[in-house]
C-alpha cells in the first residue's frame, strides 16, 4: 500500500481517511515524502484522543509541518473538499451504512482512491464447522447466528470488535454512530459490484487471502492520457 501512495502521490492534493489507527501505518508520511502538493487528514477520533499527538509526533519526525487535520466523520456535510487521491483502507466495514462511503468518496476524489476492506469468503470452513456465503452476499455482524459467528471467531481470531469480542452497535436518535465494531462483511464479488456502482474504475487489485482486497479506483469521470504510475 505504501509503494501504492508512493507512485501516485506526486503532484496531487491528498487525504487520508481514518488513518491514525496504529500510527505507522499512515500514508500522510509516505505522500509528503514523495511529493503530494498538500496533505490533509480525517479521522474520527475525538481531538483530545492520544492517536492525534502520536500521529502529529511521527510527522514531525519526518518534519512535515503542512498537514490539515479534521476530527470529523468524512461522511458529515463539513467535509466537501476535493482532493486528486485519496486513501481510506479499513474504514468500510466500521460503517453502519457503507455504500455512503464509496459515494463520498467518488464525490471528494477527482482522480484515484486507494482502497482497502475486509472481506468474506463465499466459503469458510474450520473446526467450529462450513459456512457457505452467496457470491454477492454481505454479512451483518450483529445478526449473525451463534453458529456463524463461532465459525467466524475461530477464521478471524485476534481482535474483530464484534465478532471476537462484545461489540457496541448502536445509532442514537441524534445520527450518532459506534464505528469501533465491525458491522459488515461482503464478499469480494460483492465488494467490487459496490465499488463499479459507486461509479469507480477498478485499475489494480491486490488479494489478501481469505481476509481483505486492495484497490486502486479511478473516478470514472477522469480520464488520464495513461496511467503514468504503473
Not at 56 to 81: A, H, Q, V
Not at 92 to 113: G, I, N, Q
Not at 177 to 188: A, D, G, I, S
Not at 197 to 214: D, S, T, W
Request: proline share 6%.
Amino acid at each position: 500500500m505504501q509503494n501504492l501512495v508512493a507512485k501516485i502521490a506526486r503532484g496531487n492534493r491528498y487525504l487520508e481517511v481514518g488513518g491514525l489507527w496504529g500510527t505507522v501505518n499512515e500514508t500522510i508520511s509516505t505522500a509528503s515524502l514523495n511529493g503530494a502538493v498538500s496533505l490533509t487528514m480525517v479521522d474520527v477520533y475525538p481531538p483530545e484522543n492520544d492517536l492525534w499527538n502520536k500521529f502529529r509526533n511521527r510527522l514531525s519526525e519526518f518534519g512535515i509541518k503542512n498537514c490539515e487535520c479534521y476530527s470529523k466523520d468524512f461522511l458529515s456535510p463539513e467535509i466537501d473538499m476535493i482532493f486528486d487521491v485519496i486513501c481510506c483502507v479499513g474504514v468500510f466495514y466500521h460503517l453502519p451504512h457503507p455504500l455512503m462511503l464509496l459515494e463520498k468518496l467518488k464525490k471528494c476524489a477527482l482522480k484515484y482512491v486507494i482502497f482497502g476492506s475486509s472481506v468474506t469468503e463465499e466459503v469458510i470452513s474450520n473446526s467450529k464447522g462450513r459456512l457457505d456465503v452467496p457470491a454477492g452476499g454481505v454479512l451483518f455482524i450483529p445478526g449473525l447466528s451463534d453458529r456463524e459467528r463461532a465459525i467466524l471467531k475461530e477464521h478471524w481470531k485476534g481482535l474483530v470488535i464484534g465478532l471476537t469480542v462484545p461489540g457496541d452497535y448502536e445509532i442514537s436518535d441524534n445520527g450518532g454512530k459506534n464505528f469501533e465494531p465491525w458491522w459488515f462483511l461482503p464478499t469480494p464479488s460483492a465488494l467490487r459490484s459496490m465499488i463499479e456502482i459507486a461509479g469507480f474504475k477498478i485499475i489494480l487489485e491486490e488479494v489478501v487471502p481469505g481476509k481483505a482486497r486492495n484497490y486502486l479506483l479511478q473516478n470514472k469521470d477522469y480520464q488520464p492520457k495513461k496511467h503514468k504510475i504503473f
